[in-house]
Each structure stands twice: as structure tokens, then as C-alpha cells.
């Protein structure tokens, strides 16, 4: 049995329509997190530097809450641009490869590959997340247990997989010649 693959029928075309509704919503609540996450840490730093140099005292536990902030606001905006494809890249084949069906196939590979490794993390992550509800460890100031951090390692990498794996249909499909590259 032949695998339909035009556009706007089969198989793939529901797996993209379902993964961009899931995109709207999640990017719709996200945003406005990493908005707020961006903004706490930056107002943090911003007292953390005033309390050391003009107070003379340190604001006790600013360092883990800054932490905590950070690790999700990098894996949330690293979501996003995954979503957006605006994720940073240093693809210098299609540039030697030119718009033909070579260049495709290496957006195909490179897409692959990092597939792969997103889910290399997300075993890792589970893993790591594991290990933390196991040992129980929280930071030493407020103890907020340290799972709080790493579960953003294992969300990160479900958004990976789930964008890159729809970069993979959508290149899949452009190399078929089923669809026009974005």
C-alpha cells in the first residue's frame, strides 16, 4: 500500500494538523511564561547586584530562585524557537548543495539526527527526574526540591521531540516533492 502523501490528505497531513494545534495552544501559554521568567530574573539580578554593592548584604536564597527561573526559561524559549524552526544552526551544506533534492536530503538527515538526540534526552531526563524524586534533595535554602529544575529538562525535550519530529514529516514531504519548502 502506497503512503499518500499530498498535501492536505493522509496519514501525515493529520499528524501535521494535529501537532500545529497543539503548537498554538502550547506557544499561546508559554509565551507569556517566558515573558515573566525572563523579567524575574532580570529584576533579580538587578537586586541581587544592588543588595551586594549599595546594602552590603546578600538577599538570602536569591541565587537558587534565579536558577530555578533560568533552567525553565531557557528550555521553554528553546521550545519556542523549536516550534518557530528559529532554533540556532550551522547549516552550511544547503548553501554548497544549492535548493535541489541533495539540499533536501540533507535537511531530512539533519532533522533526523536531531530527533534522535531529543530523545536521547528525554531518556535521560526521565531518568535524571527519577533520580531526583528518589534522593529527595531540595536546595538548601528554601528546599524546593530539585526535581522542580530538572523536570524542565524533560519538558524541553518532549517540545523537541514533538517539533522536531513535524519538521521531520514536513521535510519528508518536501524532499517527496509533495510539498513546497518552507
Same mark, same amino acid.
Given at each position: 500500500m502506497a503512503i499518500d502523501t499530498r498535501p492536505g490528505s493522509g496519514a501525515i497531513q493529520r499528524v501535521l494538523t494535529l501537532i500545529d494545534r497543539f503548537d498554538h495552544w502550547v506557544t499561546t501559554a508559554i509565551r507569556?511564561? $517566558?515573558v515573566a521568567l525572563g523579567l524575574l530574573i532580570a529584576f533579580a539580578f538587578a537586586a541581587g547586584v544592588f543588595f551586594r554593592s549599595v546594602v552590603g548584604s546578600p538577599v538570602f536564597g536569591l541565587e537558587e530562585l534565579v536558577l530555578l527561573a533560568a533552567m525553565w526559561f531557557y528550555?521553554?524559549?528553546? /521550545? +519556542?524557537?523549536?516550534?518557530? @524552526?528559529?532554533?540556532?544552526?550551522?547549516?552550511? =551544506?544547503p548553501m554548497l548543495l544549492g535548493d535541489g533534492k541533495a539540499a533536501q536530503a540533507v535537511q531530512l538527515f539533519a532533522t533526523a539526527l536531531s530527533l534522535m538526540m531529543a530523545v %536521547?534526552?528525554?531518556? &535521560?531526563?526521565?531518568? =535524571?527526574?527519577? &533520580?531526583? +524524586?528518589?534522593? #529527595?534533595?531540595?536546595?538548601?535554602?528554601? /528546599?524546593?526540591? &530539585?526535581? $522542580?529544575?530538572?523536570?524542565?529538562?524533560?519538558?524541553?525535550?518532549? =517540545? %523537541?521531540?514533538?517539533?522536531?519530529?513535524?519538521?521531520? =514529516? @514536513?521535510?519528508?514531504?518536501?524532499?517527496?516533492?509533495? #510539498?513546497?519548502?518552507?
Open positions: 507569556p511564561i $517566558v528550555l521553554l524559549g528553546a /521550545g +519556542l524557537a523549536s516550534s518557530e @524552526r528559529s532554533h540556532l544552526s550551522a547549516d552550511f =551544506l %536521547f534526552i528525554l531518556v &535521560w531526563s526521565l531518568d =535524571l527526574v527519577s &533520580w531526583g +524524586l528518589d534522593k #529527595r534533595q531540595g536546595t538548601p535554602v528554601f /528546599g524546593i526540591p &530539585w526535581v $522542580v529544575s530538572q523536570a524542565s529538562l524533560m519538558f524541553g525535550a518532549c =517540545l %523537541f521531540i514533538i517539533y522536531l519530529s513535524r519538521d521531520f =514529516l @514536513r521535510d519528508l514531504l518536501v524532499l517527496l516533492g509533495a #510539498r513546497e519548502a518552507d
